[in-house]
Every structure is written in structure tokens, then in C-alpha cells.
């Protein structure tokens, strides 16, 4: 399966942010697809993930409460938004998917099979 994430930018904070990721090749072995985000000198962190058959989603402490997770399976391709952007959320954001043979959808990166190769979000005044 290969990624592809895009969306990123500079925007403001307060503004939304709606990033997607498209899937391509076997998409149909994925289990779960998952967003992780990486700040300047910070380790990455589990923001969320979806199972994608069941569109149910799990939220770690940077994404409860702020984001957003969904997916539109007939275009492969799920999305992360936030309707208010904060300095904090500025990072380089990946997406990932595990495979149906694990079946993990969890806040551990070695749990996914497959990486995007992130989009980096901004946040400035």
C-alpha cells in the first residue's frame, strides 16, 4: 500500500485544516489507517486512527476533543480536520495504515504497516 498525504501549509491560528491521504495498491487489505504528527524537536505522537471498514475512530490525548477522522473508502482516502488550528498543532503530520492480517488500530507506531511521507502544517499569525 502506498500513501500519499497532503493539505498542509501555513495557515493562522483559529483557522480549519482538513488534510487527506490517498491510498493506492492493495488498499483493500487495510485495517486501519492512522494519523501521527511530529513537532520540532519532539518525538511523533499518536493523534488518531479509523477502522476502515467500520469507520470507528480512537482518539489519543492530542486529537480527543479537537480533530476530526474519517475516510472515503470508494476514493481510498481519509482525512484528519480540526475546526480551529493552534500553535501547538504545527507539525509535520503522517498518515499510516496497518494490514487486515494484525488488525491493529492503536496509538503504537509499530503497529502500522505503511507510512505517507507527511505534510507539514504551519501555524503563524
Known amino acids: 500500500v502506498q500513501l500519499q498525504a497532503s493539505g498542509g501549509g501555513l495557515a493562522r491560528p483559529g483557522e480549519p485544516l482538513r488534510l487527506s491521504c490517498v491510498a493506492s495498491?492493495?488498499?483493500?487489505?487495510?485495517?486501519?489507517m492512522s494519523w501521527f504528527r511530529q513537532a520540532p524537536g519532539k518525538e511523533r505522537e499518536f493523534v488518531g486512527a479509523?477502522?476502515?471498514?467500520?469507520?470507528?475512530?480512537y482518539f489519543g490525548g492530542s486529537g480527543k476533543g479537537r480533530f476530526t477522522i474519517s475516510r472515503d473508502k470508494a476514493k481510498n482516502t481519509g482525512f484528519l480536520q480540526t475546526d480551529a488550528l493552534k500553535y501547538e498543532d504545527a507539525a509535520i503530520y503522517y498518515c499510516a495504515v496497518s494490514d487486515k492480517s494484525r488488525g491493529r488500530a492503536t496509538d503504537l507506531e509499530e503497529d502500522y504497516d505503511y507510512w505517507g511521507q507527511g505534510t507539514q502544517v504551519t501555524v503563524s499569525s
Open positions: 495498491g492493495r488498499t483493500s487489505t487495510i485495517y486501519a
Open positions: 479509523l477502522t476502515w471498514d467500520g469507520g470507528r475512530p
